[in-house]
């Protein structure tokens, strides 16, 4: 009986961790290269001031569609940031699709601006949605081709893609 209860006890327990260690929320990525360089520069205590300060600025009606793209643009920045101060992948996941948004609004406004089209492939690259990522990098690169940051990420994008297919196909 005491042998039944010991298997019984052990397999509770293997189940217990099992269960427990499904429930682990993912931690949050690192963030890519070009985005810790801006980290170290920026003062993270006030993200969300300037967060606050823009959507109060965007609910102004008097201002061009070119400064309306500038502040979401400004926006989707600051949400991109906060975004690598998220101690989960889901959290971060979330800050990063509000950040696509915004810049979505901003390209929307002034269509014509690379930084603006290049951030948005980043922002879709970084959630792993590699086919519109490369639309918004081809577009940048459209308009700007000799900016290098634009081309090294479009460049780490083909190996992203590259590197999930292989490990799709090798669980397959």
Same mark, same amino acid.
Request: hydrophobic share 40%.
């Given at each position: ?16 961790m ?6 682990q ?28 300060q ?37 959290? *971060? ?5 509000? &950040?696509? +948004?915004?810049?979505?609004? #901003?390209? =929307?406004?002034? /269509? !014509?601006? $690379? ?10 690259? *970084? ?5 519109? &990522?490369? +639309?918004?990098?081809?577009? #940048?690169? =459209?308009?700007? /081709? !000799?900016? $290098?940051?634009?081309?090294?990420r ?12 292989? &490990? ?5």
């Amino acid at each position: 009986m005491r042998i039944l209860i010991g298997i019984l006890s052990t397999i509770w327990l293997l189940f217990g961790m099992v269960c427990y260690s499904a429930l682990q929320p993912e931690p949050a990525a690192p963030p890519p290269w070009h985005a810790k360089q801006i980290l170290r520069s920026v003062d993270l205590d006030r993200i969300d001031e300037r967060i606050q300060q823009n959507i109060f600025i965007l609910g102004s009606q008097k201002m061009t569609k070119y400064q309306r793209a500038g502040y979401y643009f400004s926006l989707a920045r600051q949400y991109w940031l906060k975004s690598y101060m998220q101690q989960t992948r889901l959290q *971060q996941t979330t800050y990063l699709r509000l &950040a696509l +948004q915004q810049c979505l609004h #901003a390209v =929307k406004y002034n /269509p !014509d601006m $690379p930084w603006f089209k290049y951030m948005a492939g980043d922002l879709f690259h *970084q959630l792993g949605d590699f086919d519109n &990522a490369e +639309q918004y990098y081809v577009q #940048a690169l =459209k308009i700007y /081709p !000799d900016e $290098p940051q634009f081309r090294r990420r479009y460049y780490q994008l083909k190996e992203d893609r590259e590197k999930a297919a292989q &490990a799709e196909t090798a669980e397959e």
